[in-house]
């Protein structure tokens, strides 16, 4: 059941992002210069991390297995596996959105802050509902053998930002984000 506490974990590192992203559409509302690389990073991020490891090791592992030993979570594993799907759409949107309030100015932003924010919205009550009732389910449904082979997929994963590995590729955008970021999450007081 060690997946159960990576999935967790990821979705804990998820909203810092989500945290992040908000906080910086935030200081774009109050007059701040967008930084667009910071932008870009927590974008690749997003699709690095979100999209190519996490969603698919659920979609692969996680949910054909507790189907298969409680049938009467189908809805509800289809459901996650469609808004799977709706956060990729809705993250291609705010990619076009970014590229357009980038490259065309500031008369984009308006559609680029409800991109965001709308998926910032989403991602969050879809990792709220997973460790509402998938999680629970899993732990009361699935089996020591069920659980091997998930706990290997969960724990190949390495996020780039808060995974084990330090990853260059990202070092500068964290970086500058903890920097930033209030205590808790970082050293700055900026978003107090």
Same mark, same amino acid.
Do not use: V
């Given at each position: 059941m060690r997946a159960i506490s990576i999935i967790k974990s990821e979705h804990k590192n998820l909203g810092a992002v989500l945290y992040s992203l908000d906080k910086l559409i935030e200081e774009i509302d109050s007059g701040k210069h967008p930084d667009f690389g910071i932008f870009h990073g927590l974008f690749t991020y997003l699709d690095r991390f979100l999209d190519r490891y996490h969603h698919p090791k659920e979609n692969h592992y996680l949910f054909p297995k507790l189907l298969l030993r409680a049938p009467d979570t189908e809805g509800i594993i289809r459901e996650l596996g469609q808004q799977h799907t709706e956060g990729e759409i809705l993250f291609v949107e705010m990619l076009k959105a970014l590229s357009a309030y980038e490259f065309t100015g500031a008369a984009e932003f308006p559609h680029f802050r409800d991109t965001v924010l709308r998926y910032t919205d989403f991602e969050r009550r879809h990792a709220q509902k997973e460790e509402d009732e998938i999680l629970p389910r899993a732990r009361d449904a699935l @089996? =020591?053998? #069920?659980?091997?082979?998930?706990?290997?997929?969960? @724990? =190949?994963? #390495?996020?780039?930002?808060?995974?084990?590995?330090?990853?260059?590729?990202?070092?500068?955008?964290?970086?500058?984000?903890?920097?930033?970021?209030?205590?808790?999450?970082?050293?700055?007081?900026?978003?107090?």
């Open positions: @089996e =020591a053998s #069920d659980w091997e082979e998930i706990d290997a997929a969960f @724990e =190949a994963n #390495d996020d780039p930002i808060f995974g084990t590995r330090w990853n260059n590729e990202f070092s500068e955008m964290l970086n500058q984000l903890i920097n930033r970021l209030p205590a808790p999450l970082g050293l700055g007081d900026d978003w107090k």
